[in-house]
């Protein structure tokens, strides 16, 4: 990649190549503190997911205007994620992180005194755009201010956060709801978005602001970024329920998005000072590792979301339920970090990311042949390879895109590697969406064609459950024929989902394939790892 490895003035410094190989103290606690607000920043999203029903009752917001609670949140933060780097450049790590911490723990206090959805959606708006400043700062520190030697301890332990936190937000969303109220979705933010702020205040110390690029900064690439992803955001969260392009305002998100695109990539390449630098793309492996990286988030969102559908509209499980039996794929990265930070010293990290793959997709394609009936102990083997697969692509997957980067670049480089993982989450979960609706409707025509009057067997269960019913005193017919299309429909479901985690078997053992198109990292000494997020 073309660009000098020295900083320039005002980024953050690489570490020092001498190496005494030692970690500074006060950048070791400044850094943990980074880890501990982007873990509340990413957390936000999975933990009110899983419990909207009850802000729903708590807030008397109609259903149409709910899903507005996440939607403002994700379109915000997948704004701010990749103006980061630009805006630490100027104003510092140091104020933007104490800044972003303050606001979101601020907001956090603002929506759960929320009365009405139209304040919790606006204090949401708020929490997304200021929280998402704090996520890709921590991997521009984990890449700069640490010698490569310890990046196998510093990387993976973002990887385990940056992943733990959406999958265990079930488990906390859920237990904070049902033991005490929805309000404690947000209030648990405040007392560590206190201490986070503090100690970032006080011991973030990696670079100097560049006040005099304010002058520079283009406003028109802002906006136009704005209205590009805040619109492609919107159409993808709104679009399978709004039936897609047969709704007026997905097809002007639509068109909004594309002229914001193209205004946005041609201020982008044309002014001196853009808002997001895109030459770290020019990055061989950057360039595939961002790839993997939207791969992983459709990997990463897609089944978080799909597990706790299943565990709900088929088995009944309540918010608590689900979170207790999706906790499985958390303890798998948890004990897989340490694994993937000591190997990725010692293999090629290319073969790493083949193991990771091979283990999401033998995971998934487990999970092609659920029933009904598919209970904790059946979803236990998936749930590992799950999360041992996530943490082994992880880990190398970001080592080789930013660890390769010049100090100088990673900063904005590590917002655009963040932006493709939220966008690989926003445009798996629309696919997913869309298929689980399409499917589910091709599947329940099929069997009810199979159902029809002249099959025994059909006509045997029919009047089996018609006696049962009568023998209780209801109207046998009528009944027995609901039972038959409520058995139908949720056979309809279930044999969606296979299609589902048919389609992503497929997607992870292709990219094994794509492995091959990496650049072979040159070895880093003791350290490997990136963390994956």
């Known amino acids: 990649m073309a660009g000098s490895a020295t900083a320039t003035a005002g980024s953050i410094p690489a570490a020092p190549a001498k190496a005494d190989d030692s970690m500074d103290p006060k950048r070791l606690i400044a850094f943990f503190a980074m880890?501990?607000?982007?873990?509340?920043?990413?957390?936000?999203?999975?933990?009110?997911?899983?419990?909207?029903?009850?802000?729903?009752?708590?807030?008397?917001?109609?259903s149409d205007e709910i899903g507005w609670v996440q939607t403002a949140y994700l379109i915000a933060e997948v704004i701010m994620i990749p103006l980061s780097g630009t805006l630490a450049r100027i104003i510092?790590?140091?104020?933007?992180?104490?800044?972003?911490?303050?606001?979101?723990?601020?907001?956090?206090?603002?929506?759960?005194?929320?009365?009405?959805?139209?304040?919790?959606?606006?204090?949401?708006?708020?929490?997304?755009?200021?929280?998402?400043?704090?996520?890709?700062?921590?991997?521009?520190?984990?890449?700069?201010i640490f010698p490569p030697s310890k990046r196998s301890i510093v990387s993976p332990i973002i990887g385990?956060?940056?992943?733990?936190?959406?999958?265990?937000?079930?488990?906390?969303?859920?237990?904070l709801s049902n033991a005490f109220s929805w309000h404690w979705l947000f209030l648990v933010n405040i007392i560590?978005?206190?201490?986070?702020?503090?100690?970032?205040?006080?011991?973030?110390?990696?670079?100097?602001?560049?006040?005099?690029?304010?002058?520079k900064f283009d406003w028109w690439g802002l906006i136009s970024m704005g209205v590009f992803l805040g619109a492609l955001e919107y159409v993808l969260e709104e679009g399978n329920s709004n039936d897609?392009?047969?709704?007026?305002?997905?097809?002007?998100?639509?068109i909004a998005s594309g002229i914001g695109c193209i205004v946005f990539f041609y201020r982008a390449f044309t002014v001196s000072f853009p808002v997001v630098d895109l030459t770290a793309f020019s990055n061989r492996n950057f360039a595939f590792g961002s790839i993997f990286s939207f791969v992983m988030g459709i990997g990463l969102y897609g089944l978080t979301y799909i597990y706790p559908v299943y565990l709900s509209r088929i088995r009944g499980y309540d918010s608590q339920m689900i979170g207790e039996?999706?906790?499985?794929?958390?303890?798998?990265?948890?004990?897989?970090?340490?694994?993937?930070?000591?190997?990725?010293?010692?293999?090629d990290l290319r073969l790493m990311m083949v193991i990771g793959f091979l283990s999401f997709a033998a995971g998934t394609y487990i999970m092609t042949g659920i029933t009904q009936d598919w209970d904790f102990y059946e979803?236990?083997?998936?749930?590992?390879?799950?999360?041992?697969?996530?943490?082994?692509?992880?880990?190398?997957?970001?080592?080789?895109?930013?660890?390769?980067?010049?100090?100088?670049?990673?900063?904005?480089?590590?917002g655009l590697f963040n932006l493709t993982r939220n966008l690989g989450g926003a445009v798996g979960l629309?696919?997913?969406?869309?298929?689980?609706?399409?499917?589910?409707?091709?599947?329940?025509?099929?069997?009810?064609?199979?159902?029809?009057?002249?099959?025994?067997?059909?006509?045997?269960?029919?009047?089996?459950?018609?006696?049962?019913?009568?023998?209780?005193?209801?109207?046998?017919?009528?009944?027995?024929?609901?039972?038959?299309?409520?058995?139908?429909?949720?056979?309809?479901?279930?044999?969606?989902?296979?299609?589902?985690?048919?389609?992503?078997?497929?997607?992870?053992?292709?990219?094994?394939?794509?492995?091959?198109?990496?650049?072979?990292?040159?070895?880093?000494?003791?350290?490997?790892?990136?963390?994956?997020?």
């Open 379 to 414: 979803l236990f083997l998936p749930q590992i390879l799950r999360g041992f697969g996530l943490m082994m692509c992880m880990v190398p997957i970001n080592n080789i895109a930013l660890g390769t980067l010049p100090p100088a670049r990673i900063r904005g480089a590590s």
């Open 325 to 347: 039996t999706m906790f499985v794929s958390g303890l798998a990265m948890f004990f897989t970090a340490p694994i993937a930070g000591r190997l990725s010293t010692k293999l």
């Open 244 to 254: 897609w392009f047969n709704d007026d305002m997905i097809v002007l998100g639509a």
């Open 192 to 215: 560590p978005g206190i201490i986070v702020t503090i100690v970032t205040w006080n011991f973030i110390d990696f670079d100097k602001p560049e006040l005099s690029l304010f002058k």
């Open 92 to 144: 510092s790590t140091r104020y933007l992180f104490a800044f972003s911490a303050a606001g979101f723990t601020a907001a956090s206090a603002l929506a759960a005194t929320a009365t009405n959805i139209d304040q919790m959606i606006v204090y949401r708006a708020i929490q997304g755009f200021i929280g998402g400043g704090m996520i890709p700062s921590v991997f521009a520190a984990a890449f700069t």
């Open 35 to 62: 880890v501990l607000g982007m873990f509340m920043s990413i957390l936000d999203i999975q933990i009110v997911s899983a419990s909207l029903a009850e802000i729903q009752a708590g807030l008397s917001a109609g």
């Open 430 to 533: 629309a696919i997913i969406s869309t298929v689980l609706s399409n499917r589910q409707d091709l599947h329940y025509e099929r069997l009810r064609e199979s159902m029809d009057w002249g099959k025994k067997a059909a006509v045997d269960q029919l009047n089996n459950m018609a006696a049962n019913l009568n023998a209780v005193g209801l109207d046998g017919t009528t009944g027995a024929l609901k039972q038959m299309v409520q058995l139908a429909t949720k056979q309809a479901v279930v044999m969606s989902f296979s299609d589902v985690f048919m389609i992503l078997t497929v997607l992870f053992a292709a990219m094994i394939l794509g492995v091959g198109m990496i650049a072979k990292p040159a070895p880093q000494g003791g350290g490997g790892g990136g963390g994956g997020h």
């Open 160 to 175: 385990l956060i940056a992943t733990l936190a959406p999958t265990i937000g079930p488990t906390v969303g859920g237990y």
